[in-house]
């Protein structure tokens, strides 16, 4: 059963920088898009940034870009979102999700999500 559990949200102030963390078990993710979404409160999910694990491709929402960096550890199955410049408007619940190398569109495997507030 694929577990995706995602850790390293909290409160930080504008400007400040947070990691977080998805630990993925369950199975091996050779060739899996690992992403990031996000969701604040009365708004839609959103797309941040994502990584195909194996190549290291990636790529980022406009809004991020520049400021949030994804990345994976193979031997530790974990992928990463670190966040600097964080602004408030960065403030929302972060998920990280998993496609299948045969899938397109729709992410298959979700995480429960972290608190990310950032503070002005």
């Known amino acids: 059963q694929v577990q995706l559990v995602e850790s390293g949200g909290g409160l930080v102030q504008a400007g400040g920088s947070l990691r977080l963390s998805c630990a993925a078990s369950?199975?091996?993710?050779?060739?899996?898009?690992m992403g990031w979404f996000r969701q604040a409160p009365g708004k839609e999910r959103e797309f941040v940034a994502a990584?195909?694990?194996?190549?290291?491709?990636?790529h980022y929402a406009d809004s991020v870009k520049g400021r949030f960096t994804i990345s994976g550890d193979n031997a530790k199955n974990t992928v990463y979102l670190q966040m600097n410049s964080l602004k408030s408007e960065d403030t929302a619940v972060y998920y990280c999700?998993?496609?299948?190398?045969?899938?397109?569109?729709?992410?298959?495997?979700w995480g429960q999500g972290t608190q990310v507030t950032v503070s002005s």
């Open positions: 999700a998993a496609r299948k190398p045969s899938s397109s569109g729709s992410y298959d495997y």
């Open positions: 369950g199975r091996t993710f050779t060739s899996y898009d």
């Open positions: 990584v195909k694990w194996g190549s290291g491709y990636t």
